[in-house]
């Protein structure tokens, strides 16, 4: 059973909203950073926005501006609203989570979901 499931990808046109979310099933208070990565074809995955526990944020540069991350301790969740979306950012989002739990660091990963934008 994975702890990270993503949902909300899919086919988007030039200029569309998109909002992806995270369904965690970790302990939430737990967790110390969660994020949104995502990797193109041929390319490294790379970091979109992340949000710590304390709910400072951080964005990619070519993210500012046109996403926020958010997450909602009541229901588990983490979003990413990405507004503008561009080609160039299609590629496969995952959600990430890092755990600080017993003095040790645990790193857990959705399996993926896929965002396309094209017309």
């Known amino acids: 059973q994975r702890q990270l499931v993503e949902s909300g990808g899919g086919l988007v046109q030039p200029g569309e909203s998109l909002r992806l979310s995270c369904a965690i099933s970790?302990?939430?208070?737990?967790?110390?950073?969660m994020g949104w990565y995502r990797q193109a074809p041929g390319k490294e995955r790379e970091l979109v926005a992340s949000?710590?526990?304390?709910?400072?944020?951080n964005y990619a540069d070519s993210m500012k501006g046109r996403a926020t991350i958010s997450r909602d301790n009541a229901k588990n969740t983490m979003s990413l609203q990405i507004h503008s979306l561009k080609p160039e950012d299609t590629a496969v989002y995952y959600c990430?989570?890092?755990?600080?739990?017993?003095?040790?660091?645990?790193?857990?990963w959705g399996q993926g979901t896929q965002v396309t934008v094209a017309s």
């Open positions: 990430h989570a890092e755990q600080l739990y017993a003095g040790y660091q645990y790193d857990y």
């Open positions: 970790i302990s939430f208070y737990s967790i110390n950073t």
């Open positions: 949000i710590m526990s304390g709910g400072n944020t």
